[in-house]
């Protein structure tokens, strides 16, 4: 390992946003529990024998495993999350609200640090929004 790089082993994650970079990597933009929002660089994954390309779709439940160094990371390796139940898809509502103001409560429960974008919504969306969050 370099120095000034730490290695994070099967954390929980959401990929929220993929691109292509290069010709077989992808830059993804992931939301964990512990370290909040990040961006990775999966090396490898678009080429014709990537084994993880199917499990890095957004918005899944996976475990995964990288090494931070600077502002980016390398993902090492992912995994699709137990399907025992302990982990649900992100709800709706946070497929909408600015990534920064979401909040991870629990492995099943996302929160939102203020409402202050709700008057901005329409009344029938805000209403499903607000079911969403309380």
């Known amino acids: 390992m370099a120095k000034g790089s730490r290695r994070i082993d099967l ?22 529990r512990e370290h909040g929002r990040l961006t990775l660089f999966a090396r490898g994954v678009r080429g014709p024998k990537s084994r993880s390309a199917s499990v890095l779709q957004p918005f899944r439940p996976l475990l995964g495993s990288w090494t931070l160094t600077g502002d980016a990371g390398q993902l090492n390796q992912v995994e699709s999350a137990p399907a025992a139940g302990e982990w649900q898809p992100l709800p709706a509502a946070a497929l909408i609200m600015p990534s920064s103001r979401i909040v991870w409560k629990s492995a099943s429960t ?20 607000m079911r969403a969050i309380s």
Do not use: G, K, N, Q
């Open 11 to 32: 954390a929980e994650l959401y990929v929220l946003h993929h691109r292509p970079w290069r010709d077989t990597s992808r830059m993804l933009d992931v939301f964990t």
């Open 110 to 129: 996302i929160a939102f640090r203020s409402r202050v974008d709700l008057p901005l919504l329409m009344p029938s969306r805000r209403r499903e929004l």
